[in-house]
């Protein structure tokens, strides 16, 4: 595809096949079976641009990706989204909502934390770690003795105890902040391994903060397949997590002045 006529694009496409989009991504062992195709090969934690030129998109989407790179990384690329779009350009992201899960979690919600995991295979033995290890495992997977299931990577884990005593003591951020910075820092190396863990936590407030501080204006939250912009109508369809996480999803989109 001619990456000069098209100005659309998708951010950690995997699966996802449109006409008129190109697809970023970075080829994995991991999601070999699911990647559809490629156009732009760029890794996210790299620290480098995406190889495309400013101001030459009119609208870009990243569907369950962002909670697989460090905040910094997705800083960057928020930075990077803005530098690509056009003046009137949109930009929506999905990705877990740590808020609902969050209040699920204080309130002791077991169904609606235990049946997050969408492997319908694994969920009966996810269902049999403690409720906060669950919980862990959705925004800082290496911390979870959860991860721990299928061999040891050299990382700690919490005990269920720990973890109680934690949100028992800290705010919402502060203690959703403790397990990532924590993740990020002795964990963020085995992503190349075991991409699909989670090491970063997002909530509408967390986007719409970040996204206003890079330049972006008329950020919203929004309910899937909505949008205010035609481009984004019943888009999230296509997007496998969207539709498989919807319910666990936080819809938001923003535009460039």
Known sequence: MDKLNVDKLNIGACAFLKDGWLNLDKSSGRYTG?????????????????????????????SHTIEHISDEAVNR???????????????????????????????????YIGNWLANLNARPMFKTYGLGEQFVFIFAGYLSRFSK??????VNYYTEEAIEKIFKRLSKADALNYFTEECQKEAIHLQEKTPGNH???WDFDKIKSLMESVGFVNVSQKVFNESNYEVFENFDELNKDSVLQKDYTVFVEAEKQ
């Open 34 to 62: 699911e990647q559809s195709k490629i156009d732009i090969q760029h890794d996210l934690m790299s620290g480098e641009s995406i190889s495309l030129d400013d101001n030459s998109l009119i609208a870009a989407y990243t």
């Open 77 to 111: 690329l928020f930075k990077e989204v803005y530098r690509m779009l056009k003046g009137g350009g949109a930009f929506r992201v999905t990705c877990p909502d740590i808020g609902k899960c969050y209040n699920s979690y204080m309130s002791g919600d077991k169904d």
């Open 149 to 154: 299931r299928n061999g040891e990577d050299g």
């Open 199 to 201: 090491v970063s936590w």
